[in-house]
């Protein structure tokens, strides 16, 4: 289990390590570095997702481990509360950063002809504070869309006991 504690609130997940291995060990080599401590949600979709991990307030990116490979064709579905890895549009690029959907997405699923996006874990505490940040205002900054106005900042994000 990990806790996400930000200026919003606090969130939990849990990780499916049987259906995606090496984006949980990605995502844990991350969180056990403290990577994503003072990092911010930079991307805000309403009623789509919410993405961080990658940038610091001022909108700077942070220097990522290589790429991971796509686990998208494990099964799961990029549903409500459920985090993927953000990626390029090539399939293999994913790093640091990663969204959680806000309804059911199937077009982010893995099909016949969209490889998709990797599902990893799930919310399982707090989407009232994860649909909270979905509501924040956004803008345009430093030549990004879908930015929040005031920065939603991950203070911390680490392990606790199950």
């Known amino acids: 289990m990990i806790r996400f504690e930000t200026t919003l609130g606090d969130f939990t997940i849990e990780f499916f390590e049987k259906d995606a291995p090496l984006s949980v060990a990605n995502f844990l080599r991350y969180i056990d570095e403290g990577f994503f401590d003072g990092t911010i949600f ?57 969204f959680i959907n806000l309804k059911d997405n199937e077009s982010l699923d893995h099909s016949r002809g969209n490889f998709g996006y990797a599902v990893f874990a799930r919310v399982t505490e707090g989407m009232d504070v994860v649909d909270k940040i979905a509501a924040v205002q956004t803008g345009r900054k430093r030549g990004f869309d879908d930015v929040p106005v005031d920065a939603v900042i991950m203070k911390s994000v680490r392990r606790i006991a199950a």
Do not use: W, Y
Request: hydrophobic residues 30%.
């Open 42 to 98: 930079h991307r805000i979709v309403p009623g789509f997702v919410i993405q961080g991990g990658g940038f610091t307030e001022d909108m700077t990116q942070k220097k990522n481990h290589p790429p991971v490979k796509n686990e998208a064709d494990n099964g799961r579905k990029n549903a409500r509360g459920t985090l993927s890895m953000a990626r390029t549009n090539d399939i293999n690029s994913a790093t640091s950063q990663f």
